[in-house]
RNA sequence: GGUCUCGUGGCCGAGCGGUUAGGCAGUGGUCUGCAAAACCAUCUACACCAGUUCGAAUCUGGUCGAGACCUCCA
């Protein structure tokens, strides 16, 4: 298979072929989440579309290292520099060690990754597990001249830095525009310049983690964690960065700036972005008090949710859109994403049973080339999806006896349907029991029980199981072939 | 204020110069003891105004509207 992938680059703002620097290997680092709150739906989706690029890539025969951090210290809270780590303060608040703070939110994080199941990164690294390497950089940067120290905090020298080099390339910003939308909140900064960012703080007596260093006791700065992680897993140059918009001004900028300021070279060959979940047009966020956790999507417990979602619908209702472009939640939304899921999901059940004959109305190869198409178009799930569904309707067809299909294209649809379903886009069976034994000897018991009746028109006791089982979300489907059932979570 | 993005049918969302996107909902059939499911058929579109072109949802200019970033955020 000759996959031709094209990527959307953020950095060029065109769709280019991807070339990793080293075949097969791909080197991925995406930026985590910071572990002092519960995530919402919002950071879920990001998390989310690189969990399908990272499918993907290896789908098509890549061997990838993913990257992805875990954010445990150096976010500042509050205005300019003045403000805390968010940790510390959330550590404040509950009363609690810094670390336990860590330790309960990325607990929290891993079983919303499972829930949804999104793949484990290959490697997981934590900011406080690399604060040697931080501070290593902080002197390569220094020693290059694009940092200086200023009372025991380190500041990146971004004024220096783009005197030589260009800073905002990214993010498509120019230094002078920023010099005169900078907002007044600097006060009596150490800063030289409002641009300039922390590579080290100086703790104040009262803050709660804290290292030591040759400028201060202290704390590194909230871009450098990323820089230092994605060279020491991935290389000074690598092939691709991923994280949602948000971050790419001005962090993503910020890290480019660290490592070319570091050791001379701009990391990342492809930049991508993942674009926002909405809430009635708006930005899911905390601060806006529109974004709820997993366990209110599942249960329906929120004023935002007319009532509770599986995880695998709302992986649809995600998938259903691009992930270059903002989607935006709504209830009506996840319903029909609901149905359409089942839908999917029926078909492929349906799929197994089906008998080849000797012609073959269909063909298979046609529609993989079109689902490859599709992924390898930036990985277009939306339109994958709709070619999944020209699968559905095929299985329908045929099942129905509209159509026939021989044993080849048959093994080729199984695998096609299997394979993309499951390994690209991945969804996940919800429902497996353990007793399933038992449950399916019991309900050919009864559907057996059931044609009986129908077959003496005893139509009171036929509906009655039908009605009934349907509260057990056991659906049972009448053909003519007979009826099937399936157990719907 | 600066930079950028977006405005598609009842809803969600692809497409980005010429072909039915798809899902959900609606309508009419087929099937069924009834229903559900499924199948077949079918109705609603490209914010507005001008321009380029044989041809524009798709390119250009303008108008209006929405959003993101510029401060922590996926």
Redesign the pocket.
Known sequence: MQNQLFIQNSLT?KKELFKPISEPNVGMYV????V??D?????????LSFDIVFRYLKFIGYKVRYVRNI?DVG??????DE?ED?IAKKAKLDNIEPMEVVQKYTNGFHSVMRLFNIQDPSIEPSATGHIMEQIEMIQEIIKNGFAYESNGSVYFDVKKYNATHDYGTL????IE??I????E?DGQSEKRD??D?ALWKKADPHHLMRWNSPWSVGFPG??LECSVMSTKYLGEKFDIH??????????HECEIAQNVGSNGKSPVNYWI??????VN????????DN?FTPEELVTGNHKLLEKGYSPMTVR??ML???????????N??L??????????V??LK?LKKLKPSENSSVHVTELKNKCYA?MN??F?T??L??????G??I???I??G??SINDENLIGLNKLMDEFTYDVLGFTTESSSSDGNVLDGLMELVIDL?KQS?ED?N??V??KI?DQLAQLNI??????EG?TWNHEE
Not at 171 to 174: A, E, L
Not at 180 to 183: A, E, G, Q, V
Not at 242 to 251: S, V
Not at 385 to 390: D, M, N, T
């Open positions: 703002r930026c985590g989440p910071t002092y709150s995530v919402h739906l919002g950071n879920v989706r990001t998390f954010t976010h500042l809270v509050g205005d300019g403000g968010k993010s498509g910003r120019n525009d920023l005169s939308n900078t907002r909140l409002s641009l960012f909230w871009h991923g994280g949602g918009m948000d971050l790419k001004f001005p962090h972005h993942g674009n926002m979940l909405t047009g708006k930005k899911m966020s905390k601060s806006e974004g649809f209702f259903q859109s691009h992930y270059g472009s903002t989607l935006d939640f709504s009506e939304a319903q029909a994403a609901e149905k359409g899921y089942k839908k999917l029926n078909a349906t599709a178009d930036d277009n939306p339109i999806i709709s070619h999944l569904f020209e559905v309707k299985i329908n067809s099942h129905d509209s159509a059931r129908r028109k139509w009171s036929s509906d039908r659906k049972i489907n009448d053909s003519k009826s």
